[in-house]
């Protein structure tokens, strides 16, 4: 079309390889003749005009498709549940725990129970190290738990579902069986939070104590274990745990009550609480002192499934020396298998470890059980930590009272150079009856058993919201005042120091002497504070080993604070002087010109009066 007029014509073409079809309104030229950018012009917004019609209509489109459509196209639900599976079992609980609201999809597959059981198996191994409440110069302090990886590197937080008065008393595929004064005990699962309580066996005995109860799980049942050594009564009043016992109860997961069964003879509970107990393959093993043998210790055996007992003899191949103190035994479980500890101990210390170590695995076969030596240690660590002491291929163990160390196990014959012992935590002043269990972090719902009868409901009031533990947590809240306010004054500190650096440099340039002008440039660097970041505060509870580090990081901050604060208040001193005496030079140089010309000016007056005179 010609200069002021507009017409309307239709091109069809592909749009640099598009498959969208162009069709273009003309606009008027801007000569005759038009012009072919113009044009070109023209097509490319006619083009950006239908791509986004095309992308508002796809939105749309989206918007109304249904749930399920839209889970039907995600890409990864495209690939083989398998392959989905494979993916999943590398992850971690924690992340696993969010992929489950994702889609229903994914949901079905996590809580799937052979998924869950395949997870438990590629999960990886933790050492737990619990330390149970106790009082440190009257003051009581709580139960405390810290996990150490593959890596050997230990947590920061505390593990939640440990409370302050909490008694770990075993760990099963990610669930823990914790004790309390209360008429319940708790099995909770260490990743996810899940709680289960239930009710004790046994109401009001006297002097139960957490070591006096178990928790296993059968491979061929499935099924998990809880059970409890049950004291003789005393003259037919309540049952009262003091140093035997004939009854051991038993509670399954899930069932309505617990079950009692009469062990084949008085067993001796103080042995129980000494050695330690473990659950190896659906059998639950103890030591017991055998009174036929002139007070020899034996291996005590309760079938899980078969609800039987059985009685194993010691090896005999050890040496005592006068030297040393007596002979003390633990039953412990390295790699799945039953292993006896035996050393001689301190005449003045009974957990003091003194002489050779020795470690005996059980082997048990279809023809016959058999002891052979593990390990045989000179110069061992000072407390042997249970149930499992040896965690991948390194001995977990404590140097003095607090300090928890690992030594690599060499071989079957070796001796411990102290030297090469590596410390890994420092539990003082808390480190007393620390224990030592492997753990892993599962998928392990216990929502399948919440309707069994002896299910309770936990206490409105407990934990940390009991008066006792007000102290603890004042003291917390004060640390991270503490914190706050640092923070806040090296904020304050950093604005004030730099704001009279930039004056600072501002004033330089008018200081005339090279050389003090030199000085007072040096000082003014060093009147900035450096402080270090502020990393943010965590809202989540640290456990007692990281309450000890940050505390010690506080203190060292607060330190650093002072003596930074400290060179900035002498480095803003040494600059004031120095430009006091930079003013006071100049106002001396000031009064001596003034003074020059003062005086000059007195002699001009005199000379001009003389020649008035003459």
């Known amino acids: 079309p010609g200069a002021g007029t507009r017409g309307r014509t239709a091109d069809e073409g592909e749009a640099a390889g598009n498959h969208f079809s162009v069709k273009r309104r003309a606009l008027p030229s801007q000569s005759h003749g038009g012009d072919r950018g113009a044009r070109l012009i023209r097509i490319v917004l006619c083009l950006l005009v239908q791509l986004l019609q095309h992308r508002v209509f796809t939105m749309v489109t989206e918007e109304t498709k249904s749930k399920k459509q839209r889970n039907g196209e995600c890409i990864i639900n495209r690939l083989p549940v398998d392959l989905i599976e494979r993916i999943f079992l590398g992850l971690p609980v924690s992340t696993l725990l969010t992929c489950v609201g994702v889609c229903k999809h994914w949901h079905n597959i996590i809580r799937d129970p052979q998924f869950v059981a395949l997870h438990l198996q590629c999960a990886p191994s933790y050492a737990l190290l619990f330390s149970p409440r106790g009082l440190v110069s009257g003051e009581p302090y709580p139960s405390d738990a810290v996990l150490i990886d593959e890596a050997w590197s230990s947590s920061r937080y505390a593990v939640p579902v440990i409370g302050p008065d909490d008694f770990l008393f075993g760990s099963c595929n990610g669930l823990l069986g914790l004790y309390t004064k209360t008429s319940m005990i708790k099995i909770a699962n260490l990743a996810t939070g899940e709680c289960l309580h239930l009710q004790k066996p046994a109401k009001n005995v006297k002097g139960d104590h957490f070591c006096f ?94 609800e ?9 191949a050890y040496e005592d020396h006068d ?105 003082s002043p808390h480190g007393q009856n620390l224990q030592s269990h492997n753990c892993v972090k599962s998928l392990v719902r216990l929502e399948v058993f919440s309707k069994a009868g002896i299910v309770r409901r936990p206490k409105q009031w407990d934990g940390w919201e009991l008066k006792k533990w007000e102290a603890w947590e004042q003291n917390l809240a004060k640390k991270e005042t503490m914190w706050s306010r640092l923070y806040e004054d090296e904020h304050k500190k950093t604005a004030s120091t730099q704001s009279l650096h930039a004056r600072l440099n501002h004033l330089l340039p008018q200081i005339l002497d090279d050389v003090m002008r030199q000085q007072i440039c ?70 001596t010109s003034k003074a020059g010309i003062a005086s000059q000016n007195h002699s001009g007056d005199g000379d001009g009066d003389t020649d008035l005179g003459l």
Request: glycine fraction near 4%; include cysteine.
């Open 213 to 306: 109860y178990s928790f296993g799980f059968h491979p061929v049942t499935k099924e998990y274990k809880i059970t409890h050594f049950l004291g003789d009564c005393i003259n037919g009043r309540r049952p009262h745990n003091k140093d035997r016992f004939n009854i051991i109860q038993v509670y399954t997961l899930g069932d309505e009550k617990w079950k009692d069964f009469r062990t084949p003879k008085a067993l001796s509970l103080i042995s129980v609480r000494n050695s330690g107990v473990v659950n190896v393959d659906g059998k639950m093993y103890w030591l017991t002192e055998d009174m036929s043998a002139n007070c020899q210790h034996s291996v005590m055996s309760f079938d899980l499934l078969e």
């Open 308 to 316: 039987s007992f059985a009685m194993t003899q010691l090896p005999a």
């Open 323 to 427: 030297y040393y103190g007596p002979r003390k035994f633990w039953i412990r479980d390295i790699d799945g298998k039953i292993c006896i500890v035996t050393a001689q101990t301190s005449h003045y210390d009974a957990r003091t470890v003194l002489g050779e170590l020795q470690i005996w695995t059980l082997d048990n076969t279809a023809e016959q059980q058999r002891w052979s030596r593990k390990y045989n240690i000179k110069n061992p660590p000072n407390y042997i930590l249970g149930p499992h002491f040896v965690h991948r291929d390194r001995i977990l163990t404590q140097l003095g009272s607090d300090d928890v160390c690992s030594y690599e196990l060499l071989s079957e014959n070796f001796k411990i150079d102290l030297s090469k012992m590596v410390k890994l935590l420092d539990f």
């Open 522 to 591: 040096m000082k003014n660097n060093q009147i900035c504070a450096a402080f270090a970041d502020q990393q943010p505060r965590s809202l989540r509870r640290l456990n007692w080993v990281e309450q000890k580090r940050d505390e010690e990081t506080l203190f060292a901050r607060v330190e650093k604070f002072i003596d930074i604060t400290m060179a900035a208040t002498q480095a803003i001193e040494s600059v004031h002087d120095m430009i006091g005496r930079v003013t006071q030079d100049l106002d001396k140089r000031t009064s």
